[in-house]
């Protein structure tokens, strides 16, 4: 079950959640009011349907993959703050030339997150058709199945090096290398 977080963050969480995803007190005190605000039956924890209510989450084509973000490391399928602010880690921006950065937010693991955003049954490999899926959450109809299926099929032939008909973690990484994860896989935390 979640831990009960409806009292007042002690100064050694803070300081603990701090050094462990790199933000600062002020900023987790504001995190924890969205999270207490978030959890509008004060249980202690956030549920699947407490993030859906999230607007921003409703609108998004990807909205259920960043929710099973969320809850997918919980046995029951209950979010408590600290496992929250874990995820939101992930988010946070790195200052160039700072030593701003934590485990959670090395490109690696921004990269780590995108990748389960694809790898829909969590087996390490992106196939085809999970790939066809997610685009298809992401353009809806926009896009005829036909299109869908030929950008899967040439995603598929230029990102899987070793041609095994899937795309691994290190296949995805290699792809996207080039891409400053760190800038566009960023949320603007308030301090």
Do not use: W
Request: hydrophobic residues 35%; contains cysteine.
């Amino acid at each position: 079950m979640g831990v009960n977080y409806s009292r007042a963050l002690r100064e050694d969480e803070i300081a603990e959640m701090a050094t462990d995803t790199g933000f600062s007190a002020r900023q987790i005190t504001r995190l924890y009011s969205r999270y207490s605000t978030l959890d509008k039956a004060n249980k202690g924890y956030l549920t699947r349907e407490d993030f859906e209510h999230i607007p921003e989450l409703a609108i998004n084509p990807l909205g259920d993959r960043i929710i099973e973000a969320f809850v997918e490391g919980s046995q029951d399928q209950q979010v408590n703050f600290r496992q929250f602010v874990s995820v939101l880690a992930r988010f946070r921006p790195v200052k160039k030339g700072t030593s701003n950065q934590s485990a959670l937010n090395t490109k690696e693991e921004k990269l780590k997150f995108a990748f389960n955003m694809y790898d829909l049954d969590r087996d390490g490999k992106i196939s085809a058709q999970e790939l066809t899926e997610v685009l298809k959450m992401m353009v809806g109809s926009n896009v005829s199945p036909e299109q869908l299926q030929s950008i899967a099929t040439c995603t598929m032939q230029e990102v899987d090096c070793d041609r095994d008909g899937s795309i691994s973690f290190d296949d995805f990484y290699q792809a996207m290398k080039s891409i400053k994860i760190e800038e566009k896989m960023s949320i603007r935390f308030l301090s």
